[in-house]
């Protein structure tokens, strides 16, 4: 219980608001500056996780292919607000600094620290960065667009990027050339123009929307978004190397941080895991279940297992893993193995034992390290490489569009859906061609998203069998994270944010 006074409180509280205040004056940043302070270990995982969903719905968002870019917007706001993010549905519609109530500040300093801290689970791998370059070009982007007059003045002195607006005898004397090339006669007089080089504006330069005299370029204020969204997009880029090398060097002799810091994607990607506890499920089932409640990539493993009665080593661990995550008992991994892999001539029950049995009770935690092992989420399969002639991994990744269009066929998927999930992969939206799939073999979109193999099983589940899992199924919700001791994930974060001035504070 608090027994400060009330009147200490209410200086404590507008004392902090200020700071706030002085840190964030305005909706949107160019995230130039990185936060500094303290924050516990639960909010900066939780701050990201966030971060990381709000992501995946601009990513759905993007997908559907809006006609504009405010019924983009309005549809992107509309699932943030369905999915209980008011925070960023606020920031999308910001008309930059017309507001400044608590909620305002908070939302942006939220804003700010997960920004910075995606950076840190993003930057190790080029294929991590490329899709964090542009899923965070595309948020900002939209939030430009809803700045109005006043809050496009305030972010063009809060930016670092120094415009100068053109004087209106400059207008005036060029008002012919300004119009024919930027904007209607209509909006001339009330459009403010602003000089810069003809260098940052190679866009409009190619759409022949500016227009250019000795080497300057005049950009009516319709159009910068153009301009701050490539200065956005390459700060960020040059950012993001600079984390990597930075982080590689602080890391270089400390395996245990490194293995940390590498499962951090994995751990953010798949956001907020779910860990299905259920009654048994059977082995005799597993055929049917791999053409109903399977994902792709479950029932390509299943049927290449059942048919060669072989798997290599990755797909192996995947599939142990999966089966483990849908109730599927030691006792019975064991027996389903030995039973598919014993139909190979060339494998006996002792050789069996000797090569394959300590995997599985390796996974289920009962030998080596005793860890309980979960089932790899999406972002791993897809991360994962794979060789000739293993069938592990996302087949939306790694499959051509001939063996995927085939593939899916036998699945019985309509072919307007083929065309649809095929065109989702090839532009690299590998979860949205997975939901696409379960939405033709389910007739009905899943209730809730997912990005994890064994989620897209239960919700398969639960539209297939109601009544029957109803009151059987729990749900145990829990941030996947590796698991190091306190001390551990202490020191990890404070080398992880020691270029950046971040602190963390120790959660107990």
């Known amino acids: 219980m608090d027994f400060t006074p009330s009147c200490k409180r209410r200086r404590t509280v507008k004392h902090e608001k200020n700071v706030l205040l002085e840190l964030y004056p305005h909706d949107l940043q160019m995230y130039k500056v990185p936060p500094k302070g303290e924050i516990k270990l639960v909010e900066f995982q939780d701050l990201t996780l966030e971060r990381q969903k709000v992501l995946q719905l601009l990513e759905i968002a993007l997908a559907q292919q809006h006609k504009s870019l405010d019924e983009l917007k309005q549809a992107f706001r509309n699932s943030l607000k369905k999915e209980g993010f008011h925070h960023y549905a606020r920031l999308i519609t910001a008309e930059g600094c017309s507001s400044h109530n608590d909620i305002d500040l908070e939302a942006r300093r939220k804003d700010h620290i997960s920004h910075f801290v995606m950076r840190l689970a993003y930057c190790l791998k080029a294929e991590l960065q490329q899709k964090m370059l542009s899923l965070e070009t595309e948020l900002f982007k939209l939030r430009f667009s809803s700045l109005d007059k006043e809050g496009l003045t305030q972010f063009l002195a809060t930016s670092g990027l120094h415009y100068t607006p053109v004087s209106k005898e400059f207008k005036d004397e060029n008002r012919d050339k300004l119009i024919t090339s930027t904007t209607k006669d209509g909006d001339f007089d009330s459009i403010n123009f602003y000089e810069m080089s003809f260098h940052e504006v190679n866009e409009l330069i190619c759409d022949r929307r500016v227009f250019v005299k000795k080497g300057i370029a005049y950009v009516p204020q319709k159009d910068l978004i153009s301009v701050f969204v490539q200065h956005f997009k390459n700060n960020l880029a040059t950012e993001l190397n600079i984390a990597k090398k930075s982080l590689m060097v602080n890391l270089e002799d400390d395996d245990r941080l490194q293995t940390f810091l590498k499962a951090l994607p994995e751990c953010y990607a798949g956001m907020s895991k779910v860990v299905w506890q259920s009654e048994n499920t059977p082995i005799s089932k597993l055929d049917d279940l791999s053409k109903t409640s399977y994902p792709l990539c479950m029932r390509v493993m299943h049927e290449h297992l059942k048919s060669t009665h072989h798997l290599r080593n990755t797909g192996r661990l995947q599939y142990q893993l999966f089966l483990k995550g849908i109730g599927v008992s030691l006792e019975d991994n064991i027996e389903f193995w030995r039973t598919e892999l014993c139909k190979n001539p060339q494998l006996t029950d002792d050789k069996f034992s000797k090569e394959y049995l300590y995997q599985i009770r390796y996974n289920y935690g ?136 971040y602190v963390l504070i120790e959660h107990k």
């Open 366 to 501: 009962k030998l080596g390290r005793r860890v309980d092992y979960r089932p790899h989420g999406c972002n791993k399969l897809i991360l994962d490489p794979v060789g000739a002639g293993e069938v592990h991994g996302c087949p939306y990744k790694h499959w051509d569009v001939d063996s995927l269009t085939k593939k899916l066929a036998d699945c019985k998927i309509a072919p307007s859906d083929i065309g649809e999930i095929t065109r989702l992969s090839k532009e690299g939206h590998y979860i949205l061609a997975c939901t696409k799939f379960f939405e033709s073999s389910h007739k009905q979109m899943p209730g809730n998203m997912f990005m994890h193999p064994n989620a897209y099983y239960a919700e398969s589940r639960k539209i297939l069998n109601k009544d029957e899992l109803k009151g059987k199924l729990t749900f145990t919700a829990i941030y996947f994270l590796v698991r190091y001791n306190s001390v551990m994930l202490y020191l990890c974060t404070l080398i992880v944010c020691k270029r950046k001035n």
